[in-house]
T-cell receptor, first 113, second 111 residues
Framework: DTEVTQTPKHLVMGMTNKKSLKCEQH?????MYWYKQKAKKPPELMFV???????INESVPSRFSPECPNSSLLNLHLHALQPEDSALYLC????????????FGPGTRLTVL | QQQVKQSPQSLIVQKGGIPIINCAYE??????FPWYQQFPGKGPALLIA?????SEKKEGRFTISFNKSAKQFSLHIMDSQPGDSATYFC??????????FGAGTRLTVKP
């Protein structure tokens, strides 16, 4: 099973709202990632968690707050977003920090009004 | 700074044709080169990957050719089908899971 699941599939929020995106994998992977993908663009790395600790933060604005409650779960908390934050948010996982194959979830389509 | 350059931006071929997508990289520390296929509204799916110790890898109708000295690699799709119509991303990483993607190629295979 190489499945990464993400919820919700779609999310519409206002600029004053607080919402969270959820990602889950049951492959025993110890590294998990958040990417942001704008239309017709490649995914851009936002955060990397390795063994439940934040290891890479690509200077993402503080209105995005990641959380890794355990090795299977990854959350992305959203607060005071801007319309330009509208994008497809992708979660991925890989077996370990030095293992390269990343498996992506289907993404959450976020629209900020 | 774009670390992985991908071309062409879009590509149209007839069914049965052999589309070729090219990528070039600059950082010689990269040691893993995957290709991802992405359909509209879906996440990228790993298609095939290669490491620099081999010059070619084939999986089904998909082949990666790798030229370490030129710092280039390419994806060939044999006997292309309309179902192969998707966006293809090359990528490169250097063992720390900091993966860099190319800009993507939108492939259309006409029936």
């Amino acid at each position: 099973d190489t499945e990464v699941t993400q919820t919700p599939k779609h999310l519409v929020m206002g600029m004053t709202n607080k919402k969270s995106l959820k990602c889950e994998q049951h492959m025993g992977h110890r590294a998990m990632y958040w990417y942001k993908q704008k239309a017709k663009k490649p995914p851009e790395l936002m955060f990397v968690y390795s063994y439940e600790k934040l290891s890479i933060n690509e200077s993402v604005p503080s209105r995005f707050s990641p959380e890794c409650p355990n090795s299977s779960l990854l959350n992305l908390h959203l607060h005071a977003l801007q319309p330009e934050d509208s994008a497809l948010y992708l979660c991925a996982s890989s077996q370990g920090y030095n293992t390269d194959t990343q498996y992506f979830g289907p993404g959450t389509r976020l629209t900020v009004l | 700074q774009q670390q992985v350059k991908q071309s062409p931006q879009s590509l149209i071929v007839q069914k049965g044709g052999i589309p070729i997508i090219n990528c070039a990289y600059e950082n010689t520390a990269f040691d893993y080169f995957p290709w991802y296929q992405q359909f509209p509204g879906k996440g990228p799916a790993l298609l095939i990957a290669i490491r620099p110790d081999v010059s070619e890898k084939k999986e089904g109708r998909f082949t990666i050719s790798f030229n370490k000295s030129a710092k280039q690699f390419s994806l060939h799709i044999m006997d292309s089908q309309p179902g192969d119509s998707a966006t293809y991303f090359c990528a490169a990483s250097k063992g720390n899971n900091d993966m860099r993607f190319g800009a993507g190629t939108r492939l259309t295979v006409k029936p």
